[in-house]
């Protein structure tokens, strides 16, 4: 046996307090050589002697080279590392040591320092520890410990300095804390929330348990932070190495706390695997005990542990405390802030089954991701249902009740007045007919709420999607946000500015790739969102219904465009701001109008004259321009022909750049023409503007033209060519 080679293992291996982790870092250094592992194991469990196993031979009394002490001499606690002083060393895994330490310049403050292990520093470690690097450096959360630097020490091993993260496990400090469910779920979501932007940067955890969750409190706010990635998948490009891969078979993770197929060694690991943990967490923090609770005496195998995950856990967390001793339970719920007759029940439903679907065995009916879980927390929080049972009616009915409790007793109290007031011959001639009618009152009322709670339910799947596709756009995946919002209705889509700006970005994604019907279908859905969003007279969101409107009235379904066109003059046809008037004119007159749409769109043409008998010297001629030609489309939807042209010939008569209002101008000059009988010069006129057009849409496809217009104005135009030639007869298309 080769001392120096065994001293370091023995050393690594009994620096690990957690025996978990000892199992595992045995399982790898000596999966080769089983006779070394029982005689490691054997040494352990007889420190001292073992010590003395390791004493190397001194030809005289000088004491060892540093490089051979225990810690090595740079790892000496006061020593420095670059412009880090060792204070005290913190904790130690397989592959790494991490100290508190002192950043002396440029400022002083407390850091975590991460060096690998004197003689650990093999090509594999290496590349796994500059993996957990550049992983950390890529996230930007604050509920994720941030790197602060790297560098490599005197004798050239790695070391990476961190945020410190001083608080206390989790579940330790929910426990000394006694913090109720309620503050438990509230941690648990900001956790979920760290772990879905880790997986957002191609990320996955894999090692998620109690002990690398820290909290504290920060200014009186509970604040938890995730560490050590150090056994992290990477899936983001440019960042795996070869030597940090999982090998097939490779048991690597925290057992109480893994995945069935983490535990199976696959290579198929995803972020799922990290929702199981997450659901084994929320488990110890609802019930004091991780779902699948494993023997630290080095008793159970890895097949038995393979095996007991495989069978997946049955138990619920209500089930869990419910059978647990008296004393146990006690102890629980005193933890919780709660009687222990009570936390049981509390645990019952809801909770019960957003657990167990973050555990299930079989992954596609996990959570698909750690939002969906918070999501449904909050939901539970909120006392609105959960994805993660089915809405039964009775079930829906409970949630309507509970969130209306007040209404409820008030009206069985009322119930109860009325019946005690009749005689006892009465009573009972009337207790069945009063019976039949509030049974069918509730059957109405959990019809009523059943197709109410199904609603809100939908809606917030939708939301739910809706902040994905934001997520997606934010890294650049336009058509992973797109995939996302196909097929959601329209009008369960939140009225947010953010779900106003993802539509927009992913309806100008698919124009420019010329996926006209999926654009169209875009659009529709954010006309319902900006025509419902609360931004009383904004002309930023009016502007967007210029875009809306126009992809609508070419590419969308019969009867979308006058439903939008509706939905746009009841949202700004009040408005005050000549910018706004001007967009909600244009975009809802793309097409011709009824008498009563235009009767609506009055009080806008005010706005619109008035502000031209202004005299503003912030308003170019570009803007008075669209402001004559509003009022000349308006003009020729009534019939008030020698105002429409007026108004045309003087938009016209301004200088500016812009093809699309001089084409507009044009046609509504040529349709003026032949309502008055100029039929020839029309149809020249008309035939005159084709060819223009004709040469745009031989043009690929921008949003943004090259003379600086967008594209809605020139498809504007079109539709009013293509009006024009249905009115003049026999030009062509």
Known sequence: ??????????????????????????????????????????????????????????????????????????????????????????????????????????????????????????????????????????????????????????TGRPYFVMELADGERITAFCDHQQLGLRDRLGLFVQVCEAIQHAHQKGVIHRDIKPSNVLVRRHEGRLVPKVIDFGIAKVTATGLAAEGTATRPGQFIGTPAYMSPEQAEGGVDIDTRSDIYSLGALLYELLTGSPPVPVETDGTVGEAELRERLRRGVTETPSARVRKASPAALAEIARQRGVDAARLPGLLAGDLDGIVMKAIDRDRPRRYETANGLALDVQR???????????????????????????????????????????????????RERSARHEQAKLRVQAEQATANEVRLRENAQVADLVRQAAVHLKYGEDQAADELLAGLPATSIPASLEASSTLMNVAEWNLAHGRWQAASERFFSLGHVVTSVDMSDSQDISFRVLSVLTAVAEWGEPGQYDELRQLTIDRFGDSSNPVVAEHTVKATLLKPADPATLARLAPLVAVLRDSLEVTDDRRGPHMVAWRQFSLALIAYREGRWDDAEERARLSLGLASNSAPREVSNQLLLAMIAFERGREKEARQEVVRVREKVDRWLQEPFQVVNPDGTLWYNQHAALLLLLEAEALVGGAPR
Request: contains cysteine; glycine residues 8%.
């Open 380 to 430: 539970y929080l909120a006392g609105q249902p959960v994805i993660a049972r089915p809405p039964s009616r009775w079930y829906l009915l409970s949630k309507l009740v509970a969130r209306n409790r007040v209404v409820f007793i008030a009206a069985a109290i009322a119930l109860s007045g009325l019946l005690g007031g009749f005689g006892v011959s009465t009573w009972l001639f009337f």
């Open 1 to 154: 046996m080769s001392g120096p080679i065994d001293k370091l293992l023995f050393d690594a291996a009994a620096g690990l307090t957690d025996p978990d982790e000892r199992r595992a870092f045995l399982d790898h250094t000596c999966r080769e050589d089983p006779a070394l592992r029982t005689l490691l194991e054997e040494m352990l469990e007889v420190r001292d002697e073992a010590e003395d196993f390791f004493t190397f031979p001194q030809a005289s009394g000088n004491p060892p080279p540093a490089a051979e002490s225990r810690h090595g001499a740079e790892e000496n606690v006061g020593t420095s590392i670059g412009r880090y002083r060792l204070i005290e060393r913190l904790g130690e895994g397989g592959g790494g040591v991490v100290y508190l330490a002192e950043q002396q310049e440029p400022v002083r403050r407390k850091v975590a320092l991460k060096i690998i292990r004197l003689g650990m520093d093999t090509e594999s470690v290496i590349a796994r520890f500059e993996i957990e690097r550049q992983a950390l450096a890529l996230m930007d959360h604050p509920n994720i410990a941030r790197v602060l630097d790297a560098g490599a020490t005197a």
